[in-house]
């Protein structure tokens, strides 16, 4: 798989602002007071003649004013004033705006667009979101898109090419053979005749009998579907002269598996019911081997021991004790996922 960038790492730019209505409504409070006579003056003594101080048996504390001084004051510290209300109507406004434009900035990057709006993205650089097709997967193959441009046969190319070709093509590993001269002095032999070489491979790419040109492609369909009809696709995809060099020679090649089963036992923290805790860490180990059944992850024991450390879990118990590792064009898939409850410690 070429090396692109984890968007969902992405930080949000500063275009996208936090939303707080009772930010909103505080700076709008702090505008009217600036259009209304204050109450108070610097030393926060009443500047209405005759205010005084009232205190209820609450201790609530409010300057109050005679009738004819205090038209056109607002208590906005009061959720009772009516001025009140409608600044808070107004604030909620304002955050539905503020949202609806964090949302038409965030369709306009990769990192966040979805649906139909990660659709006109992705058109925009000629990639088609196939039947059945994820926005995940939807979204790589754009950020891939710029690989299909070249000629030049590129892996990013070719996994692009690859991965449109089926949306059942979950992974792809582009490899190739290497090669070396070797001088007819080496061999203790005569040219046969002038300008022949001998190249001697150095590297198969585990293709049978590697030509220079040739090019590995190794597919991993998707669980449940026919790794034959798959290949057929890719093969057929990428056997066409305006996506690959003509000096390329694609070969197609099937992935190879570790299988593993993964055994967890949790001990928990006394409390409640354990059982929503054994189905969040089944839950969140079933979507840990989904994601890496791809070419070339490994399995990390960390990993299963993040997944399966839900809240309420004081420690885990694996079956397994150390990584397993996997090549290139191998996948490691998971046959089954079993959490068992230890009992309870601290």
């Known amino acids: ?28 409070k702090q505008t009217f007071n600036g259009l209304q006579p204050s109450l108070l003056d610097a030393s926060q003594r009443p500047v209405v003649l005759d205010a005084e101080l009232v205190e209820t048996a609450s201790g609530e504390r409010y300057w109050k004013v005679p009738a004819d001084a205090a038209i ?27 949202q609806r434009i964090n949302k038409a900035a965030k369709v306009l990057m990769i990192a966040y667009s979805s649906g139909a709006d990660l659709d006109n993205m992705a058109a925009d650089f000629g990639v088609v979101r196939l039947a059945g097709e994820s926005d995940e997967r939807l979204r790589y193959r754009r950020q891939l898109a710029l690989e299909s441009f ?29 090669f070396q001269r070797v001088t007819w002095a080496a061999l203790g032999l005569e040219p046969p005749r002038p300008n022949l070489m001998v190249l001697e491979c150095t590297y198969d790419a585990r293709l049978p009998a590697p030509i220079p040109g040739d090019v590995a492609v190794t597919t991993l369909p998707s669980l449940g579907a026919d790794a034959a009809v798959v290949q057929a696709a890719v093969s057929a995809a990428l056997d066409r002269e305006e996506v690959i060099p003509l000096t390329d020679n694609p070969q197609m090649l099937t992935h190879a598996e570790v299988t593993y089963d993964v055994v967890a036992t949790l001990w928990c923290y006394p409390g409640p019911s354990t059982a929503p805790i054994v189905d969040a860490a089944t ?29 309420g879990v004081q420690r885990v118990e694996l079956n397994l004790t150390d990584d397993i590792t996997v090549l290139p064009y191998q996948a490691a898939r998971c046959l089954s996922v079993t959490v068992l409850l230890g009992g309870r410690d601290v």
Do not use: C, N, W
């Not at 059944?293 to 299963?304: C, E, F, K, N, V």
């Open 150 to 178: 070249t000629t030049a046969g590129s892996r990013g190319s070719y996994e692009f090419h690859a991965l449109t070709a089926d949306v059942r093509v979950q992974d792809v590993f582009v490899d190739r053979p290497t």
């Open 1 to 28: 798989m070429t090396a692109l960038l984890d968007m969902s790492l992405m930080p949000a730019p500063p275009l996208i602002e936090p939303l707080d209505v009772e930010a909103i409504l505080l700076d709008m």
């Open 283 to 311: 839950l969140e180990l079933q979507a840990y081997v989904a994601d890496h059944y791809r070419l070339g992850h490994d399995i990390a024991i960390s990993g299963l021991h993040q997944a399966a450390h839900r809240p």
């Open 72 to 98: 056109g004051l607002h208590y906005l510290d009061y959720e009772a004033e009516p001025v009140v209300k409608l600044l808070e109507a107004a604030a909620f406004r304002e955050l539905l705006l503020r």
